[in-house]
């Protein structure tokens, strides 16, 4: 493509993402789960605007990702149902709940970068909504992610795994699944543990996951984050702190293994020119929107981190498609 092209498509690259994000906002895909309906119909329901439904679903149909009866009438596409309806397993709704909330943040963009500062949080915090939908939208792709993590990491000698900042405990009921010998602790915030604990029962899985309410920032390192695990397994949780505290983290993670257990950080690995993968690049922007020292980091600087932990038998895995694994033992 040459360059203006290039710079044409992606000055309007957002406008796709905005109505996507909206529709499954205003519950427009989940209004045509059980049959075809008009806009008219869908207004109706959802008392929204006739005319604005109708434009929204028909840029949806250009996209593919509905489908137009003759008679009008807007259908769900087979394929992309599963992903973009609320329930089932397949479901991406949870994480295109918490995009829709980033967009008000990432139009902030240009006061980050002015300030140096992320955009404020209310004082209260996360909405419980919001809350949810973030923990809910880690579940939607840790459902996924965390299959291909135990196609590459072989866990079947641990028995006890911690899950540090597990949020719902979606990787853990995954490893569950596939290690049958394996009992894990999910260990995060106060305001989360519930979530996990509603995720574990309907997995059918408490009697192998067990929550633990804690800072990982504040507790530990002698016992409150726990000891003796097999295995500690760290995803998507660094690239929200700084380099110092995820220095402190990782001891504590080491701290909590046994000798020769194994450490696993799954995260957004930068190569040393911190330019690329384009997505881990990316996603540093995403948390200097939204942390006060969240960074994506190099393989190397986490590998630093390990060594000076006594990490041994360093190793690189990528985890298509954006993400990668460190893995290490405790000497
Ligand atoms: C990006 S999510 C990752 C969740 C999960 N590990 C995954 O990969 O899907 C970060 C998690 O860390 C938890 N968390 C953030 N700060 C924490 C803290 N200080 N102590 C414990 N958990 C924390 C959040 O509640 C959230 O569940």
């Not at 994480?95 to 140096?116: F, K, N, P, T």
């Not at 915090?125 to 809910?136: D, T």
């Not at 409150?224 to 998507?236: E, K, Q, T």
């Not at 995820?246 to 993670?253: E, I």
Request: proline share 6%.
């Amino acid at each position: 493509m040459d360059p203006r092209t290039r710079i044409e498509e992606l000055k309007g690259g957002y406008w796709m993402p905005v109505v996507l994000l909206t529709a499954g906002h205003l519950g427009l895909f989940a209004a045509l789960k059980d049959r075809p309906r008009s806009a008219a119909e869908v207004a109706g329901e959802l008392a929204l605007a006739t005319r604005a439904v109708e434009i929204v679903l028909l840029a949806l149909v250009a996209e593919d990702l509905l489908l137009q009866r003759e008679d009008g009438r807007f259908a769900l596409h087979p394929e992309y149902a599963p992903y973009l309806l609320p329930d089932g397993d397949e479901s991406v709704a949870s994480i295109m709940e918490h995009h829709y909330h980033l967009l008000g943040r990432w139009i902030q963009l240009a006061e980050v970068v002015r300030s140096g500062k992320p955009v404020p949080r209310p004082e209260s915090g996360r909405s419980p909504e919001q809350l949810r939908a973030f923990i809910c939208g880690m579940r939607d792709i840790a459902r996924r992610s965390t299959e291909t993590v135990a196609a590459q990491v072989d866990l079947s000698s641990c028995r006890r795994l911690l899950d540090l900042g597990g949020g719902p405990g979606a990787s853990s009921i995954v490893l569950c699944r596939h290690f049958p010998r394996l009992h894990c602790v999910v260990f995060d915030l106060p305001e989360v543990v519930p979530i996990a604990v509603e995720e574990i029962a309907a997995a059918g899985l408490s009697d192998r996951i067990t929550t633990q309410p804690g800072d990982y920032l504040t507790d530990g390192p002698d016992g409150d984050l726990g000891d003796g695990f097999d295995c500690v397994f760290v995803s998507n949780i660094i690239h929200s702190l700084s380099l110092a505290a995820t220095g402190r983290l990782l001891g504590k993670a080491m701290a909590a293994l046994k000798p020769g257990g194994l450490l696993v950080i799954k995260d957004f690995f930068l190569a040393d020119s911190r330019a690329e993968p384009a997505w881990a690049a990316l996603f540093a922007v995403n948390m200097l929107i939204g942390t006060d020292e969240g960074m994506s980091y190099t393989w190397s600087e986490i590998e630093a981190i390990i060594r000076s932990h006594n990490g041994t038998g360093i190793e690189r895995r990528e985890l298509p498609p954006a993400s990668g694994l460190l893995l290490a033992r405790k000497a």
